[in-house]
């Protein structure tokens, strides 16, 4: 007789549902490893996009994508220039737009001249934070691939597993940092300013408007502590009391959260996080579920919130409510050359940048600008002494996306992109807040800022 | 330790989760007592429900057409692999009929990665017209959403309670817990009664998936998988039997998981709730059968 729900069955079946629980855990905590790095990732570089933006910077058009070769029109054919770049992309963790945007810029550079003729030979390579993975694809790159370079790195774990090998082999790496590395070694130079001092531009804003009091949450993820440090200084520094949060992501339990930070910064204090935009947006959007928005003075965000989907999803109640970090320059409404410039090669060029305008695009371009002046200083052979010879020299060079001339140096370690801009939300799209939000220098209370500035100084305001 | 005030506003999160959860809950408990499978993939297919209804509202759907579609989605595919695959499963163990379910979510679980890419970094999200209204209770401020999820826990569970007890329908999945073949002979039509209880579970996973991405996170992992941990937790408890003590355990579990949120020193570890409260429901109930075992055999 066939007694499936009884007895032994019944206890069998308890034991499936208790080992389903573990197993379904494992798969829940994996993934949570895989959006746990995307936490990490995104506070450091993301602030991802709004595809439907493209239009948003330079609307006006007057520069061609000519303007990126120095013989427009005409097709570079010399030996190739080997340049490499890895990116972390993997479900929920993407970063590529950064280096298919350097991959548009170069090819809009090869089609105009290249670099003295010589056009620019692009391998970009995508990893999915496996520490064995991305050493071997910096030695692929390296020994198979023949590159002389590495512009466009952003990966999660790259700068801290490849850091040793770059300086064993010479390469100065020009990429868009996340992890402590990609700041503290003398081989690897970004555009961007990572978590950590993002999140003290975050938190030097909301202090300087008046907040007092600070409730810094973010996501759950090894270096946690080293992030929470630049914040803590900045605040402290000014004798504001300062909470530290961390969550497990993806985040399962946003009203919570909400209420546990706007209890802890209280009316006349601020909420500041440091988060993916999707992991931030369900924070705020709890936030203005519950009523809490105007709980506490002021909310604050790391660059990845600087991104218009975010503004648009929040609505109005939180213009000139919410400010953000942001590590480049606005684009909606920018119509600079550099702005235009970008805008024509995304059109152009950028058919693999999925995001479409956003801070990934806006560094992949960086990188790549940044890469091809150095590139057109070389007069001798493109090899990897010439190249990364070449990238220590830029100094002070006008981006037009960045508020400070960015300088690589011959340093021990780097933070060139010092100086940020804040943002807030104006219907559905990220304007320069209208009280200081202007090029601001992030406070050397945070040590390592103060560290850096000891041996490469302050570099001026761009232009 | 936080004081009594700084956990108050946590018992109205907590509530409305644990309520989503006992609804959970109890679909798993129906499902497991008609047919025997217990069904992981009940928060996959609530969360492809979810991002469905998210893609429509976005075309420009009205929301309540998109919320039903996600609810109806749930009763659709979970009907659809009942049938497909439950008669074939019908006789096997419990093993394998509830691994296939997690077949069934990681398929899933890999379209709706594929569908709904994050690339970008944008984030999708559901919000109900009730997100913005409420009223305020000794300070705390609850929105009608929460009330609407805790409601519905609790009418889900007292309907089902009433429906198994006095519905022929229910009657029949009554027997068919006790014994299936005995109840195919008696001339139950059982294949029907499945059907039913397959189409039952799934339209309480599209109600979940919907509601708790509103009020938890249109996020396929924590829909895959939170949901069915802390639901089956409350089931497990429920000894996948009892429907009371699988929504007393939900909200408990719901209740534990938000007020650990302002102790600063376990709040990383809230995501356990679900565990340790089965864990140590299991032990005591596992003593007690010992104990009866002991006096049986004294």
């Not at chain 1, 978590?195 to 270096?223: M, W």
Request: hydrophobic share 45%; net charge negative.
């Amino acid at each position: 007789m066939n007694r499936p729900f009884h007895g032994r069955t019944r206890t069998a079946a308890a034991v499936v549902a208790a080992v389903a629980l573990g197993v379904l855990a494992g798969c829940s905590s994996s993934s949570s490893t895989s959006s746990t790095s995307a936490s990490t990732s995104a506070p450091a570089s993301s602030a991802a996009s709004s595809p439907a933006a493209s239009s948003s910077s330079a609307s006006a058009g007057t520069v061609s994508t000519s303007a990126c070769g120095t013989k427009p029109g005409v097709a570079a054919t010399g030996t190739p220039i080997n340049i490499g770049a890895i990116n972390t992309k993997q479900p929920g963790t993407d970063f590529s737009d950064i280096e298919n945007m350097a991959g548009a810029y170069f090819a809009c550079v090869n089609a105009n001249g290249g670099i003295n003729g010589h056009p620019i030979k692009f391998f970009p390579e995508t990893e999915q934070t496996n520490p064995s993975q991305i050493a071997a694809l910096a030695k692929q790159l390296v020994t198979t691939d023949h590159v002389v370079g590495m512009m466009g790195n952003s990966s999660i774990i790259e700068c801290s597993v490849d850091a040793a090998y770059w300086k064993s082999v010479g390469i100065d790496v020009l990429g868009a940092g996340i992890d402590p590395e990609c700041y503290s070694t003398p081989n690897t130079a970004s555009v961007n300013m990572g978590p950590r001092y993002s999140s003290d531009g975050a938190v030097q804003y909301v202090l300087a408007q008046g907040a007092n009091k600070i409730a810094f949450d973010q996501s759950n993820v090894p270096g946690t502590t080293y992030i929470a440090a630049g914040p803590n200084a900045v605040a402290k520094a000014k004798g504001v009391s300062i909470q530290d949060y961390t969550e497990n992501v993806p985040i399962t339990s946003a009203n919570a959260i909400a209420t546990k930070l706007v209890t802890a910064a209280g009316p006349s204090g601020a909420v500041v996080l440091n988060f993916t935009p999707p992991e931030a947006l369900l924070i705020l959007q709890a936030a203005q579920k519950l009523n809490l928005e105007d709980r506490v003075k002021y909310w604050a965000c790391s660059t990845p919130c600087n991104t218009d989907f975010l503004a648009t999803s929040l609505g109005p109640k939180w213009n000139g409510k919410l400010f953000v970090n942001a590590e480049l320059t606005p684009l909606d409404g920018n119509t600079s050359p550099t702005a235009q410039l970008f805008d024509a090669i995304l059109k152009q060029y950028g058919s693999d940048v999925s995001g479409g305008v956003g801070s990934f695009s806006e560094m992949g371009f960086t990188i790549a600008e940044i890469g091809t002046h150095a590139l057109e200083s070389i007069t001798g052979p493109y090899t990897i002494a010439a190249v990364s010879a070449a990238l220590e020299k830029v100094s002070d060079y006008n981006t037009g996306m960045l508020c400070q001339g960015y300088t690589y140096g011959s340093y021990s370690e780097h933070i060139p992109n010092n100086m940020d801009y804040t943002v807030t939300p104006d219907n559905g799209k990220f304007v320069e807040a209208s009280t200081g939000g202007g090029c601001t220098l992030i406070s050397a209370s945070d040590p390592q800022i103060a560290a850096y500035r000891a041996i490469a100084g302050t570099a001026p305001m761009a232009g | 330790m936080p004081s009594w005030a700084e956990f108050q506003p946590y018992i109205v999160t907590g509530l409305a989760l644990g309520g989503l959860y006992a609804l959970s809950g109890v679909g798993l408990v129906v499902l497991y007592r008609a047919t025997g499978v217990l069904n992981l993939a009940f928060g996959a297919v609530g969360a492809m429900g979810a991002f469905i209804a998210y893609s429509m509202v976005q075309a420009g759907d009205p929301g309540w057409v998109a919320w039903i579609t996600c609810i109806v989605f749930g009763g659709v595919v979970t009907l659809g692999y009942g049938m497909l695959f439950g008669p074939a499963l019908a006789g096997r163990g419990p093993l394998v009929q509830s691994i296939s379910t997690l077949g069934l979510a990681l398929v899933i679980f890999g379209v709706i990665d594929l569908a709904w890419p994050t690339t970008g970094g944008q984030s999708p999200s559901i919000s109900f017209p009730t997100d913005n209204g409420g009223f305020t209770v000794v300070g705390l401020q609850v929105s009608w959403t929460q009330v609407i999820a805790l409601a519905l826990g609790v009418a889900i569970t007292v309907g089902t309670g009433v429906f198994l007890r006095f519905s022929k329908l229910g009657t029949a999945m009554r027997a068919m817990a006790n014994d299936r073949e005995i109840t195919a002979t008696l001339g139950v039509p059982i294949r029907r009664v499945e059907a039913a209880a397959w189409l039952g579970c799934g339209l309480l996973a599209g109600i979940a998936g919907i509601m708790l991405a509103d009020l938890s996170a249109l996020d396929d992992t924590t829909l895959t998988f939170t949901v069915v941990i802390s639901s089956l937790a409350a089931a497990l408890i429920g000894q996948l039997r009892s429907i009371p003590v699988t929504f007393a355990a939900a909200i408990v579990i719901g209740l534990v998981h938000d007020l650990i949120t302002p102790i600063t020193q376990i709040s990383n570890y809230q995501d356990m709730t679900p565990f340790v409260l089965a864990a140590i429901a299991l032990l005591v109930m596992s003593r007690g059968q010992v104990m009866t075992r002991s006096r049986e055999e004294g």
